[in-house]
């Protein structure tokens, strides 16, 4: 029996907005230190002092307008990143005393504008609120299931339809992340190059502003993407590259953003095989595929007036007797050839030959890579920040800009040529890394040089190594332990600030 564990319309939390309370059981709100205590709580009986961070819970009792209040402490000068803590703290509390849901008083703060609060307040309830517990017979995570956000009764009608308009933002993005998390975190028995293929089907007959082509294993062969096709070859299900593109408006479209997700579905290491302690989590190789369509998901649903092409390179780096054997010379969609120093290198080649593609076939102003690449990113940035390659200062303030706005943190590394240098082929025009054994020195920037060489004349281009970013060792606040679904809001911030306002979008 097939088991089906993602899907584009993943369960969320439910968050409504309105003028009056709706929610007998329980009411959440947020005070500063300097703020007053509810009436109806008598404070020689509360210890609550509204620091960064505190939550306590007060029942009421039954003939209250509301079973439980749920007090939650904020500075005294809070911005968007406390608010965000102080929601994720509200959603654990609630999920420890099983309350599915309630009203919250949406706060009035001198630095967050009101329809800022409903967008973070929506945004991290749905964050907070996952877990990936879908085949866990007993012991699964109770779900939130309602927030009704309760705005001040001397809004106006503008106003409130702004706050609906933000937590709606709000939602979609939140539901966008969490799907691109469920993708990272299915396992490769599920995950094919198949089930990535029909996710992407599935997304696509939701919106007709999607549409999607694939190239299969014999269509990969006639256009010369043989780098794809031999890292794919070795296993059952097939390489393919799925095309996805969105148009957000009519008439004569601009030149679009080209979007590339690296989706190796389980990489074995091929013939260099991975050792045990570094194979097992390798069904998360397929993450940048899985922030590409999130990032697509959120950008239909948003309905922003851009144009994006988005391309998935799918496939499986098996062991078998078809697998790609190290020291072949490989032609690429480029022309370009190249020597396999390692098979376990291979996110670089499906890239390269993805990104050939999309640029001979949509001519974007504009291409963004996802990978989870190498394990030196890892061991430069860890986990809480994403190293990114750039080839124009312009895009990288951009790039920056939406990274500070959604905490997807990001930091730019350096390209150069000295690095190219490292990986030039002996019998071919390039390596496909460093040919010495272990981890070579610079191994991340050695990837992002080789990349480059497939980025066309007049492109901008950048590349996000994902392999710390995109995966927890461990919880941290509302990004839950393993898929973290990174990029996903960058990519949509991005496009709303950079293309909706633009005729070059």
């Known amino acids: 029996m097939t088991r089906h564990c993602a899907s584009s319309q993943t369960r969320a939390v439910a968050v409504s907005v309105g003028q009056q309370f709706l929610n007998k059981s329980a009411v959440v709100q947020f005070l500063r230190p300097k703020d007053p205590l509810p009436k109806d709580i008598p404070l020689e009986s509360s210890d609550f002092s509204a620091e960064k961070g505190q939550v306590f819970v007060h029942n009421n009792g039954p003939q209250s307008d509301h079973y439980r209040t749920v007090l939650v402490g904020l500075p005294e000068k809070p911005v968007a990143a406390d608010l965000a803590d102080a929601t994720q703290a509200v959603v654990a509390k609630l999920k420890s005393i099983k309350q599915p849901s309630a009203d919250v008083i949406l706060p009035s703060l001198d630095e967050l504008q009101v329809q800022d609060a409903a967008h973070v307040i929506s945004l991290i309830s749905c964050l907070s609120d996952y877990k990936f517990d879908q085949f866990l017979s007993k012991g699964r995570d109770l779900k939130i299931e309602n927030l009704h956000l309760v705005a001040g009764s001397d809004m106006g009608t503008d106003q409130v339809q702004g706050v609906q308009g ?86 004569d479209l601009p030149p679009p953003l080209a979007l590339v997700g690296k989706g190796i579905t389980f990489d074995t290491g091929g013939l260099n095989l991975k050792p045990t302690g570094g194979i097992e989590t390798m069904y998360m190789d397929m993450n940048g595929a899985a922030t590409v369509l999130g990032a697509m998901k959120a950008i239909a649903e948003l309905q922003l007036p851009c144009h994006v092409v988005a391309a998935l390179a799918l496939a499986e780096n098996a062991i078998g007797p078809n697998a790609l054997k190290p020291e072949a010379v490989v032609t690429s969609m480029k022309g370009l050839t190249v020597e396999i120093s390692n098979t376990d290198a291979e996110g670089r080649l499906v890239l390269a030959d993805a990104m050939t593609y999309v640029q001979r076939n949509y001519k974007p102003h504009t291409l963004l890579d996802f990978a989870t690449l190498t394990g030196a990113m890892i061991i430069s940035l860890g986990e809480h920040f994403c190293g990114y390659f750039c080839n124009s200062d312009e895009l990288a303030q951009q790039i920056d800009k939406a990274a500070t706005a959604t905490d997807d943190k990001s930091w730019r590394m350096p390209l150069h040529a000295n690095y190219l240098a490292d990986i030039k082929g002996s019998v071919a025009d390039l390596r496909n890394r460093q040919p010495q054994a272990g981890q070579p020195p610079g191994a991340a920037c050695t990837a992002a040089a080789f990349l480059e060489e497939f980025v066309e004349d007049g492109v901008r281009w950048a590349h996000f190594d994902l392999a710390g970013s995109s995966v927890a060792s461990a919880a941290r606040g509302y990004r839950p332990k393993g898929a973290t679904g990174y990029g996903v809001q960058l990519v949509a911030q991005y496009a709303q600030d950079t293309l909706c306002d633009s005729k070059a979008a």
């Open 166 to 251: 933000s937590v709606s933002k709000g939602t979609i993005l939140g539901n966008a992340v969490n799907w691109c998390r469920d993708l990272g975190n299915a396992r490769s028995d599920i995950s094919t190059p198949s089930y990535y293929q029909k996710q992407a089907e599935e997304l696509c007959n939701l919106h007709s502003s999607l549409s999607m082509k694939v190239l299969q294993q014999d269509d990969l062969l006639a256009e010369g993407m043989h780098l794809l096709n031999e890292v794919g070859k070795g296993a059952d299900d097939k390489p393919r590259l799925v095309i996805m593109e969105y148009k957000g408006s009519t008439g």
